[in-house]
Nanobody, 127 residues
């Protein structure tokens, strides 16, 4: 599976931005999908994880109500809609997919459970 991430950029606080993650090889529906981010000086952390087959999602507390993960089956693209962006959202954002079993194990927040990663895209939010 190859993942291609796009959509990052420089925006102002309060703006919206949508990131895209296009997959080749397999449908997102057969995977657990996640967006991670890494801010300067910090470890990479989970932003949102989604189990499409069970319509189950986990959102990191700071993005709840502002970020939304969605999927276009026809295009096999996953999106991360980010609204009301804050300077603290500045980070490199990564798309990742892993086996559905990580939801059964409860380990969907672990980077090492995701064998496939897209390249990062920089999101910078100015105040």
């Amino acid at each position: 599976v190859q993942l291609q991430v796009s959509g990052g950029g420089l925006v102002q606080a309060g703006d919206s931005l949508t990131l895209s993650c296009a997959a080749s090889g397999r449908s997102f529906s057969t995977f657990a999908t996640a967006w991670f981010r890494q801010s300067p000086g910090k470890e990479r952390g989970l932003v949102v994880a989604r189990r499409w087959t069970a319509s189950t999602s986990y959102y990191e507390e700071s993005v709840k109500g502002r970020f939304t993960i969605s999927k276009d089956n026809a295009k096999n693209v996953v999106y991360l809609q980010m609204n009301s962006l804050k300077p603290e959202d500045t980070a490199v954002y990564y798309c990742a997919v892993g086996p559905l079993g990580i939801w059964l194990r409860g380990t969907y927040d672990r980077e090492d459970e995701y064998p496939y990663w897209g390249q990062g895209t920089q999101v910078t939010v100015s105040s």
